[in-house]
């Protein structure tokens, strides 16, 4: 099953435990969102939305909130000593898709436990 979503703009088709950027929302890390606006829920029988498919979502783990990559705009005035340089970095979210959801049902599986480092203790150590 996979569905089309529209956050930020942009369209995203997206299946379960997909990874996906999208423009910065709310939501701390680690925690499940919902994205509302579906705009596709496709399958063996595909259900088109006008505009949106009605109870229909997908939910998503927050994996991290970052900044994208550094965007220069520089404009140039030839033989005018014009110059204008302007940088900017989008903030970003990323996410994995957990689930999608239909006619209205809530989000039953939670977010992924991190996996946590184990340090192995370096050869020759304890023979002192």
Do not use: C, N, W
Request: net charge positive.
């Amino acid at each position: 099953m996979f569905a089309v979503i529209k956050t930020g703009g942009r369209q995203y088709r997206v299946v379960p435990d997909d990874v996906l950027e999208i423009g910065k929302i709310a939501g701390d890390v680690g925690t499940i969102v919902q994205l509302g606006e579906v705009l596709v829920l496709g399958g063996d029988t595909p259900v088109l939305g006008l505009p949106t498919v009605a109870g229909a979502s997908v939910a998503a783990e927050v994996l991290q909130h970052k900044r994208g990559p550094k965007v220069i705009a520089f404009k140039k005035r030839r033989r005018k000593h014009s110059k204008r340089k302007r940088g900017y970095r989008d903030e970003i979210t990323v996410l994995r898709i957990t689930e999608i959801l239909a006619d209205g049902k809530t989000p039953t599986v939670g977010p992924r436990p991190k996996k946590e480092k184990v340090v192995e203790p370096a050869e020759g150590e304890g023979d002192h």
